[in-house]
Structure formats: structure tokens, C-alpha cells
Antibody, heavy 121, light 106 residues
């Protein structure tokens, strides 16, 4: 069964840091581009970042550029999101997601259940 | 960035109703559009990609259409399991953007 399991969320003070992890199973992790998408309480989905299959190329939403870093360890089947200089507006459920293998397409076909990040003093 | 606008934001319907949700893009995205379903407290689930291709395992009462800047998601006969929030998402650009969502309620 294809599965993505996020961890690492929690309560952090403004200006603090947190590292999210996402463990993948049931598929060849090293063959897929991966994403982070977040959802603030009661709001819609917002794309955060993506990384290519071997970790050599990354992209970020303007709102997190320079503060967040996406990375991966293919030997451990794990995706990461290092979040620094956190702000109240970063409070959200963070979803780990897999990009489709269809050539030329970027849509997400598998989602994790999410991990909650709360930034508050 | 490509902006996605969904309408309506909330839709009240009954079991057996035909439901239509509209999604508009701020510029042409040809058919690079996906639809997702999200239930309260749950993760999104892919329903449709390339505007009209049904994801494996998704019931055939769901269908998608459109191209360019205007797209629709149809549910032919609403079932109890379909009460959820639906999001469109463009992938014409790697800077993925989502619509604001349409909540389908009883």
C-alpha cells in the first residue's frame, strides 16, 4: 500500500524552527518528485515546495523562500521540510505529497494525513 | 502566478442531485487541471486529472470537463459519501495553485 506518514509538527514560538519529516512506503521513493502543501485552519490548500527525485532541484512559494528548505534522503525513503524564522501565518496542517509519475504532469496523486504546526507565543 | 477561482464557495444539495462546480483560471492552462476531494479532518484525494481523466478507483458519477480557462466538475447523482470540500488545482506551471474550494453540504 502506498503510504506517506508525516511527523515533527508541534507548537513553536515565533522566530523558532521546526523540521518536518515524511516517511514513504509502498513505492519506489527515489523515482518520484515530492511536495509539501499546507492548509491553515479553516482555509484552502497552498503549495509550499517541491523537490526532484534525487534532490538536486527545489522550488518554493514566495511566502517561504529563504526560510524553508526542502530535502530528501532516498536511502531512508524520507522527505524533510526545515522551517526557520517561523511566523504566525505559517500555522497550518502540512501535507507531504507525491507528484504523479506521468511524464510532463505535475499534479499530486498521493497525500499523507498531515502534521500540525502551530506558531504562537 | 496563475490564480484559480472556484464557484460557488458553498453549495447546498440533496442526495440524488446533479451537482456542478466551476473553476476558472486567470490565464490559459490548456487541460492541466486536477480536482481533489477533502473531507473534514482528512487529506485531499485525487479525483480527476488532465481536466477530464478519472483517477483509478473514483466512482463514475464524477466527471470533469473544460479547457483553457474554464472548467467544471460534475457529480451526476450526489451520494452521502460525496459531502465534502472540492478543490481544483492547475499544474500548467510548477508553481501549483489551488482554487479556494467548494463545500458541498446537505
Amino acid at each position: 500500500e502506498v503510504q506517506l506518514v508525516e511527523s515533527g509538527g508541534g507548537l513553536v514560538q515565533p522566530g523558532g524552527s521546526l523540521r518536518l519529516s515524511c516517511e514513504a512506503s509502498g513505492f519506489t521513493f527515489s523515482s518520484f518528485w515530492m511536495h509539501w502543501v499546507r492548509q491553515a485552519p479553516g482555509k484552502g490548500l497552498v503549495w509550499v515546495s517541491r523537490i526532484n527525485s534525487y534532490g538536486g532541484s527545489t522550488d518554493y512559494a514566495d511566502s517561504v523562500k529563504g526560510r524553508f528548505t526542502i530535502s530528501r534522503d532516498n536511502a531512508k525513503n524520507t522527505l524533510y521540510l526545515q522551517m526557520n524564522s517561523l511566523r504566525g501565518e505559517d500555522t497550518a496542517v502540512y501535507y507531504c505529497a507525491r507528484e504523479t509519475a506521468l511524464t510532463g504532469s505535475f499534479f499530486i496523486d498521493v497525500w499523507g494525513k498531515g502534521t500540525t504546526v502551530t506558531v504562537s507565543s | 502566478d496563475i490564480h484559480m477561482t472556484q464557484s460557488p464557495s458553498t453549495l447546498s444539495a440533496s442526495i440524488g442531485d446533479r451537482v456542478t462546480i466551476t473553476c476558472r483560471a486567470s490565464q490559459s492552462i490548456t487541460t492541466w487541471l486536477a480536482w481533489y476531494q477533502q473531507k473534514p479532518g482528512g487529506a485531499p484525494r485525487l479525483l480527476i486529472y488532465k481536466a477530464s481523466t478519472l483517477q483509478s478507483g473514483v466512482p463514475s458519477r464524477f466527471s470533469g470537463s473544460g479547457s483553457g480557462t474554464e472548467f467544471t466538475l460534475n457529480i451526476s447523482s450526489l451520494q452521502p459519501d460525496d459531502f465534502a470540500t472540492y478543490y481544483c488545482q492547475q499544474y500548467n506551471s510548477y508553481l501549483l495553485t489551488f482554487g479556494g474550494g467548494t463545500k458541498v453540504e446537505i
